[in-house]
């Protein structure tokens, strides 16, 4: 940590708007396209595309233009340490494979946002027998096989489960009020801080945990009458295995 530069909360949102707007134009442009230098990382079905690289360099050259001391963690590799006490995570597309098959579900996450003019408002929901409840699975195959059975044990309990395909948005759709809960195993912090810093804002609450094995829940996130239910069912999905 250096000497602090005042960032009001104002001054934090504008700029994320308009770097995610910036990022977005780019990608709306390339949507539906073919795909450009498109590559793999974790597995073969990890991917990450020429769209992903560029709009991360578009949203870091906007926020350094106007907070050139600030740190900065991004998904495809841009990295600053910085010399105030504000840090930025971006994930510059979350919803690559549907960004690639032209499922209009992704995002441009930068930490900062709003559902038009209404404030976000997380479910009220307390029962976990009507819960709508999100989740995600890895790239990894033996993961998403152990994630397969985990989902089994939850299913039967909850109203329903979606499977969309964007950590930040389905964090979005909790703080709104559009999912009641959502759990998934993803631990990379462009993947999940934006849309946590959402949940809490809106007045829900957002467990970490730290699973020796990563395949399991690692961010659980609801309203706060659902949060300690949704924890123990998950917990006995897991103990379960």
Same mark, same amino acid.
Request: charged share 30%.
């Given at each position: 940590m250096g000497d602090t530069v005042a960032l009001t909360t104002e001054e934090a949102l504008e700029i994320a708007v308009g770097a995610a707007r910036a990022a977005a134009a780019l990608l709306i442009e390339r949507f539906g396209g073919p795909a450009a230098g498109l590559r793999v990382k974790s597995s073969a079905t990890d991917m990450v595309s020429e769209?992903?690289?560029?709009?991360?360099?578009?949203?870091?050259?906007?926020?350094?233009?106007?907070?050139?001391?600030?740190?900065?963690?991004?998904?495809e590799g841009s990295e600053a340490r910085g010399r105030t006490d504000v840090q930025w995570y971006i994930d510059p597309l979350d919803g690559t494979t549907n960004y690639l098959y032209g499922i209009p579900h992704w995002a441009v996450a930068i930490c900062c946002a709003r559902l038009g003019d209404r404030p976000l408002r997380v479910s009220e929901k307390a029962d976990l027998p009507t819960a709508l409840v999100?989740? $995600?699975?890895?790239?990894?195959?033996?993961?998403?096989?152990?994630? $397969?059975?985990?989902?089994?044990?939850?299913?039967?309990?909850?109203?329903?489960?979606?499977?969309? $395909?964007?950590?930040?948005?389905?964090?979005?759709?909790?703080?709104?009020?559009?999912?009641d809960a959502?759990?998934?195993?993803?631990?990379?912090?462009?993947?999940?801080m934006a849309g946590a810093l959402l949940v809490r804002e809106a007045g829900g609450r957002v467990s970490q945990l730290t699973p020796a094995n990563p395949a399991l829940p690692r961010i659980v996130a609801s309203g706060s009458a659902l949060h300690d239910a949704l924890l123990e069912l998950l917990t006995k999905a897991t103990e379960a295995l």
């Open positions: 769209a992903d690289e560029r709009a991360e360099r578009m949203v870091v050259s906007y926020i350094r233009e106007r907070r050139a001391d600030d740190a900065l963690v991004a998904e999100a989740t $995600g699975f890895a790239y990894v195959t033996d993961s998403r096989r152990l994630q $397969g059975r985990i989902l089994a044990g939850v299913l039967g309990e909850v109203r329903d489960v979606r499977r969309l $395909g964007s950590a930040s948005l389905d964090l979005a759709y909790v703080a709104s009020g559009r999912f959502y759990f998934e195993s993803v631990d990379q912090p462009w993947d999940w």
